[in-house]
C-alpha cells in the first residue's frame, strides 16, 4: 500500500500540472479512451453541485452517482487545472450520501441521485433494483479502490480516509446479500458473474488494507466458490454478453492487478481472463463488428448501435475504429455505460497482456468460417449446464443454447435481455438480425451450418416462437419472409405455417421496441388441436 503525507502530495500534484500528457506510458488506444470519454463527460458536470448530470435526458435535471465516480476516477487520471479538487468533491459527496444505518439489507448502497428521498421512508419503500440497487456497491466500491491504488498521492489524507470507511462500510453491506429465486429479492449467488466477482474483490482488497481478517477470509471463500464454479467449464456463468462479459473481465483484472500473490483471486485471475478471452476471440466477428450469439443478457441486438462494454476493451486493444462504436459513442443506445471508460482506460494495458496472442490477432480480422462451442452452468436457475453452438461465416452467424431453467428468461429472468437463439447477417446496408423472444423455460436447438432448428421440450399446442427481426434501411415494406433483406429464410417443422407478422416501432405498430431496437415480429403458433414436441426449422441463406 503506498504512504501519503502532505509533502508528497504537494509534490506529485505540482508534477501532474506540469505534465502536458498524463499517462505518458499508457498506449494510444488506452489514451484515446480516457480522453475523449473524459471530453464526453466534461460537458455533463455540474460543479455547483460536484456531481455529473444524468446522461438520459429523460429527467429534469437531476445528477447520477455512478458516473460521477467514474469521473471523479478519471479526473485524478488526467489532473489537469482543478481536476483532483474537483474529484475529490465528488468523492466526498458520494460518500455523504451512501447509506449509514447498518439495520437497512440497504447498508453501505450508495445512493443513485443525489436527488431521491432517503431509501426507507415510508414514501419511498426499498425496493431492490429499484429505489436502491445493490449491485452499485460495487459499482462505485471498486472506483473507489482504483482511485486508492493509482492516485492516491493525489488525494488528501482525510478524504483517503474517508474513502477507506466507506469501503468498510460498502463491503459489509455486501456480507447481506444473498442469492434467492424470489425476483423481488436479492439474487447474488455466486453464477451471477459480474457483481459476484465484484464482492469478492472488494472484502479481499478492503479486508487486507483494514486488517480485518475476517473481512478477507470471507472474500477469499466467496471468491473461491466463483472459481470453482468457473473451472467446470472454463466459462463464465453469465456467459456471452457485451456488456457484462466487458463488467466481468473489469472485475477478474481487478483481482489481478491489485491483490497479492497469497489471494486465490490473484492465483485464478490470469486462466479466467484467458479462458475469457479464448470464447471472445471466437464469437466476436470483427467484420460484423458483433459477437455472435447466443447472448444471456443483452442491452440490444447489435453491437455497432447500443454500447457495450465489451467494445471498450476492444478500442483500447485494436482501437476504436475496429471496435463496434461509431464515431460520437455518446449517441449510442444504452451509452451511459461510456463513463466507465477512464477506468477500462487505466486498466487496459495490464488486461492487454493478459489476453492470448493468438486471440489479439483474430480481433481485427476475420479468421474464417468456423463453429464455436462451450458449456455454462448458472446455478441454481440453471437445472443442467447450458449447450451453446456458434457457427460464424463471413456474413453470417447462428448462434443458440440449450436451456432448462426454473423461471422465463434466462437466469436474469428477463426476457427482453435473454436471447437463447441469434441469427444476424450483413445485409450490405446494415447488420441485420433475427432472435427468439423466449417464451419457454426450456429450449433444444440445433446450429449447423446455413440451418437452425428450435424445439421446445416442455412445449404444448399453446406454445409459440416468436422471431424478432430487424428493420431494414433498404426494405420499409416488409410483408412476408420475400422481404426480408439479403436473407432467404424457409421455415419448416410441425408449426402452422401461417405466421403473424407485426411491426414494433417507436412511433406506431402492434408493440413497442425492444432494448431501444425496433423489430418485425414473426411469430408461429402450433396447429390446432396439436399433440407432440414444437419444432420449427429455419434454412438460412444469404441471398
Ligand atoms: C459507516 O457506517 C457507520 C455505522 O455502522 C456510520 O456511523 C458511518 O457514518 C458510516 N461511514 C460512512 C463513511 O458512511
Ligand atoms: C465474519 O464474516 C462473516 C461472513 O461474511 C460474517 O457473517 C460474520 O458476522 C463476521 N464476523 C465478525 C466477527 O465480523
Ligand atoms: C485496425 O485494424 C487494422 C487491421 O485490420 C490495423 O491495420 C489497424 O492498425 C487497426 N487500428 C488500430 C488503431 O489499431
Ligand atoms: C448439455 O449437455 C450436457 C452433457 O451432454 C447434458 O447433461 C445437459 O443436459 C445438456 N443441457 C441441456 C439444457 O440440454
Ligand atoms: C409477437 O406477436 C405475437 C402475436 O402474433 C405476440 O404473442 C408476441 O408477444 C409478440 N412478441 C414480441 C416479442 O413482441
Ligand atoms: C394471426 O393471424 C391469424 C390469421 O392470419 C389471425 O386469425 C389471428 O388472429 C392472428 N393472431 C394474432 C395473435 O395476431
Known sequence: MRVSSLTQW????????????????????????????????????????????????????????????????????????????????????????????PADEWYGDYQQEPEEPLVGIPTYNP???????????GFVGTTFIMAMEEYSHLISK????????????????????????????????????????????????TGRRLKEANMTRSGEAYAKEIIDLFDRHNTLSEFNSGTYTGVSLYGLVLWNKYLPKDSIMKQASARMIQDTWESVGLLWHPGM??????????????????????????????GKENSSLIENPSI??????????????????THKKLVPKNVLSKLTKFQGEHTFSATCYYPPFDKVPRNITSWLSEKLTIGAESFDELFLGGAGQNQAAFNPAVVQWDTGDEIAFLSLYPTETALQPVVSPNKLTLTY????????????????????????????QGLDVKVSGNVDLNYNLTFAGHYGGASKPLRDFEFWNFTYHMPAGFVGTPSITLDLNLR
Open 457 to 484: 421440450p416442455y412445449g404444448t399446442a399453446g406454445s409459440i416462437f416468436s422471431l424478432v427481426v430487424g428493420t431494414f434501411t433498404a426494405k420499409r415494406v416488409v410483408n412476408s419472409w420475400a422481404d426480408v
Open 158 to 205: 482525510p478524504t483517503q480516509d474517508l474513502i477507506l470507511q466507506s469501503l468498510y462500510n460498502a463491503t459489509k453491506g455486501d456480507e447481506y446479500r444473498f442469492g434467492n429465486l424470489d425476483p423481488l429479492k436479492d439474487n447474488l449467488y455466486p453464477a451471477y458473474s459480474n457483481p459476484s466477482i465484484m464482492r469478492a474483490f472488494m472484502s479481499g482488497w
Open 127 to 137: 425496493r431492490i433494483y429499484g429505489s436502491w440497487d445493490p449491485n452499485w456497491r
Open 10 to 101: 504537494g509534490l506529485a500534484s505540482l508534477a501532474g500540472l506540469a505534465s502536458a500528457t498524463p499517462h505518458p506510458k499508457m498506449s494510444k488506444d488506452a489514451k484515446s479512451l480516457l480522453t475523449e470519454s473524459m471530453d464526453w463527460m466534461d460537458t455533463y458536470y455540474d460543479p455547483k453541485a460536484g456531481y455529473l448530470y444524468d446522461f438520459s435526458a429523460a429527467v429534469g435535471l437531476t445528477h447520477e452517482t455512478r458516473s460521477s465516480a467514474w469521473y471523479a476516477f478519471g479526473l485524478l487520471a488526467r489532473n489537469k487545472g482543478k481536476d483532483r479538487l474537483e474529484a475529490e468533491k465528488i468523492i466526498k459527496n458520494i460518500i455523504a450520501g451512501q447509506a449509514k444505518n
Open 332 to 349: 449510442m443506445s444504452h451509452s451511459a455505460d461510456y463513463a466507465w471508460a477512464p477506468l477500462f482506460a487505466i486498466l487496459a494495458d
Open 289 to 318: 463488428k458483433n459477437m455472435a450469439g447466443p447472448w444471456d443478457r443483452s442491452y440490444g441486438y447489435d453491437m455497432n448501435r447500443y454500447l457495450s462494454l465489451m467494445a471498450l476493451w476492444f478500442w483500447s486493444f485494436v
